[in-house]
């Protein structure tokens, strides 16, 4: 079966439903933006009002046209959006965009009427782009269709770009003619009643014409399906996102520690970094990382190189490295010999090298040749200010022509006639950076494709061991329930007895105990005095259990039990936690534990589809990790342990949905290299 988003960016023939007469009406400026960018397949304009628009015949009615549709564009008013598409699903079209706006974004009614909407769609065979939306385009040359109201003629690349915001796509398109970027596909899928980015993924990772997928996104509509693509292999072109909203407004109430801890924006940064997807800060870096993509080779490693004529811009250049994770390289002495007989006396032949301002078009063409055959050099940023005397053009041009398997991104500063003269006259037309605070950013996106997990195990949900009765949703597990459960994961769960006051009478005790109470409402312990370390004989045990009985009592707070644990000395205290993303399903957290958990802010958070290397590059990403490695002279922790205990929380996340959170606080390690959980809770 044909793929039926190729019907959206190949299509023959295009229906506009609401073309309009009037000048500077939407309806009107895109049946213009069509003709003038010269679609060449079949254009059918409908509206009752107009025998002719632009040229073209105008059907009354979509009844009248007998063509067949492969794409239509609605933008009529709201109140005949939901009879177009009823008729256009009668017609057997396939592929709709609704461009017109008035539904979910303005309340009650509006959401009614997309509901509406999307049950005509889901009850046929179309696909719905939309609601809110401003069109699509498509620049190869055998569709060349500008289906938007930005009158620009953007250029064929093989970057594909999807926006969630209609004024975000406009303001890409108005910037085109400044910014140089060239799309193969641009889609604006404004509310997402149907179509997502899911399918944008998908189709344009088959979509011969398309080599990077650019998104800009305010929301995933389905974050766990979206990374399940990356999960299952099935994604192997770069995929670059810039995602709105970082600020934490978000934050999920939650009760535990791990849940607390978790925004959702810190969530996204998590499985984007887990899974190598690349999330640029904004949409200049955006594009020029897949600038980069399409048009330089791939970096083999981090270490780069800086060839510049002015200290201060090199100067930037080389802060931006560190933070993006890239290294000074190290050039070999051969290369700074052959520098030397090129590079004026009082110029660096050091990395960064400096040519000074006047070196020219020549010196800069073969300080790159003989800076990238050095075998300590991954990328070259060559930096270049126009100063009075050397001309931007050739300088560049001639940096352009090297033809080498390593990448050379040029920063160039020049006076504003050189642009013009540069699109007129570059040869190869590649792209160039205009800050230099630029390359370091894509070279770091490029190796984080690069260096993209592929083809690693990873762990699948399997079948569900939780064993509850009725609706249990936002409780807590009791501590049977949480011990059966911690049994069939193998946590290493401290040795536990559960007693009534009066068992605690008879019971007999390896001192020194800890003592806790055990109530529905009593859940942070320690902050309740429900929690009493190091008890060291059986009189001291009655009398502390007296007073918490009495104190609760007080406080009209059930106690159900006690719990008695061996005191054990922690020589650290972790947290190993879980929780449940709306968006992207099962998380798992790892980092210092202990009652200051929230304040010390040592953890890192991973999707719980973690392979070996993930819980690895958990345990060495937080301070705590590196510790239990051994500092200062001391033996590393039996790390084994610690990364079981990770895995089986994952594992209980994934097979178990309907648990929500969990919490092991704290997973204590011992002097003598033990490793218990004191305190494991679970909520549904
Ligand atoms: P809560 O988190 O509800 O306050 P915990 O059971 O985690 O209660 O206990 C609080 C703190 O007491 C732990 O962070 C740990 O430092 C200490 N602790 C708890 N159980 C033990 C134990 N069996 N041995 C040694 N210390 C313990
Ligand atoms: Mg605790």
Same mark, same amino acid.
């Given at each position: 079966m044909q793929n039926i988003f190729n019907k959206f960016f190949y299509p023959r023939s295009l229906c506009i439903v609401g073309a309009s007469s009037k000048p500077g009406s939407l309806g009107y400026e895109l049946t213009k933006c069509v003709k003038d960018y010269g679609f060449t397949g079949k254009l059918l304009l409908v509206n009752p009002k107009a025998e002719e628009i632009l040229g073209y015949k105008c059907y009354p009615t979509l009844s009248e046209v007998n063509d067949e549709i492969d794409l239509a564009i609605i933008m009529v008013p709201k109140q005949f959006a939901e009879g177009t598409i009823a008729d256009l699903v009668k017609k057997k079209v396939q592929a709709i965009i609704l461009v017109t706006a008035g539904f979910k974004e303005t309340g009650k009614d509006g959401e009614d009427a997309e509901k509406r909407i999307i049950k005509l769609i889901k009850n046929s065979d179309a696909r719905l782009v939309g609601p809110n939306c401003m069109g699509i385009i498509s620049t190869l040359p055998e569709v060349k269709m500008n289906a938007t109201f930005v009158a620009e003629k953007p250029e064929c690349g093989k970057t594909a770009f999807c926006s969630q915001s209609g004024a975000i796509g406009a303001a890409v398109l108005n910037s085109l003619r400044e910014t140089d970027i060239r799309f193969s596909h641009f889609i604006s899928i404004g509310n997402k009643a149907d179509v997502s980015e899911n399918d944008l993924l998908e189709y344009w990772q088959q979509d011969v014409n398309t080599e990077v997928l650019t998104f800009y996104l305010e929301s995933f509509n389905d974050g766990e399906s979206f990374i399940k693509y990356f999960i299952e292999d099935k994604i192997s072109k770069p995929v670059v996102i810039v995602k709105g909203g970082r600020t934490s407004s978000g934050i999920k109430a939650a009760s535990s520690h791990t849940g607390a801890l978790g925004s959702s924006d810190k969530v996204v940064d998590a499985v984007m970094n887990q899974f190598g997807i690349i999330r640029a800060d904004d949409l200049n870096d955006l594009f020029n990382i897949a600038k980069g993509f399409e048009n330089f080779p791939l970096p083999k490693g981090n270490r780069v190189v800086v060839i510049t004529n002015a200290g201060g811009p090199a100067i930037l250049t080389v802060d931006t490295l560190d933070k993006n994770g890239l290294v000074l390289a190290e050039l070999s002495e051969e290369t700074k010999l052959k520098l030397r007989e090129i590079v004026h006396p009082e110029?660096?032949?050091?990395? #960064?090298?400096?040519? %000074?301002?006047?070196?020219?078009?020549? @010196? !800069?063409?073969?300080?790159?040749?003989?800076?990238? %055959?050095?075998?300590?050099?991954?990328?070259? *940023?060559?930096?270049?200010?126009?100063?009075?005397?050397?001309?931007?053009?050739?300088? *560049? /041009?001639? *940096?352009?022509? *090297?033809d080498l398997s390593k990448p050379i991104f040029q920063v160039v500063m020049p006076l504003p006639e050189f642009w013009n003269e540069y699109r007129k006259n570059s040869k190869s037309g590649k792209p160039l950076f205009r800050n230099p605070e630029d390359p370091a950013v894509v070279i770091s996106g490029m190796l984080k494709f690069k260096n993209?997990?592929?083809?690693?195990?990873?762990?699948? #949900?399997?079948?569900?061991?939780?064993?509850?009765?009725g609706d249990r949703k936002s409780k807590f597990l009791s501590h049977e329930e949480v011990k059966?459960?911690?049994?069939?994961?193998?946590?290493?769960?401290?040795?536990?007895?559960? %007693?009534?006051?009066? /068992?605690?009478?008879?019971?007999? !005790? @390896? !001192? #020194?105990?800890? %003592?806790?109470?055990?109530? /529905?409402?009593?859940?942070?312990?320690? /902050?309740?005095?429900a929690v009493i370390l190091n008890i060291r004989n059986k009189d001291e045990l009655l009398q502390k259990a007296d007073k918490m009985i009495k104190n609760f009592g007080k406080q009209n707070i059930k106690l159900n039990s006690f719990l008695i644990q061996p005191f054990i000395r922690s020589k650290f205290e972790l947290i190993v936690g879980g929780f449940r993303d709306p968006g992207f399903g099962p998380m798992i957290m790892f980092g210092t534990g202990g009652k200051y958990v929230e304040y010390i802010q040592d953890s890192i958070m991973y999707s719980a589809y973690l392979s070996d290397e993930d819980i690895e590059k958990m345990i060495n990403s937080t301070k705590i990790g590196k510790i239990l490695q051994g500092v200062r002279g001391e033996a590393s922790v039996d790390l084994t342990k610690i990364k079981g205990a990770i895995k089986s929380v994952a594992q209980m996340m994934l097979d178990n949905t309907e648990i929500n959170e969990c919490d092991i606080n704290p997973l204590i390690v011992t002097d003598e290299n033990e490793i218990l959980a004191v305190d494991i809770r679970i909520k549904c």
């Open positions: 110029g660096s032949v050091n990395n #960064p090298v400096d040519l %000074l301002p006047g070196g020219s078009a020549d @010196q !800069f063409k073969k300080v790159n040749k003989i800076v990238a %055959l050095d075998k300590n050099v991954d990328a070259i *940023i060559s930096v270049f200010v126009e100063p009075i005397m050397v001309k931007a053009f050739p300088v *560049i /041009e001639g *940096i352009n022509e *090297i993209r997990p592929v083809k690693v195990k990873r762990l699948q #949900p399997s079948k569900s061991k939780l064993n509850i009765a059966t459960l911690s049994e069939e994961y193998h946590l290493p769960v401290i040795e536990t007895h559960v %007693l009534r006051f009066n /068992e605690l009478e008879t019971g007999e !005790f @390896q !001192f #020194p105990v800890v %003592l806790k109470a055990v109530g /529905e409402k009593i859940v942070h312990k320690s /902050e309740m005095n």
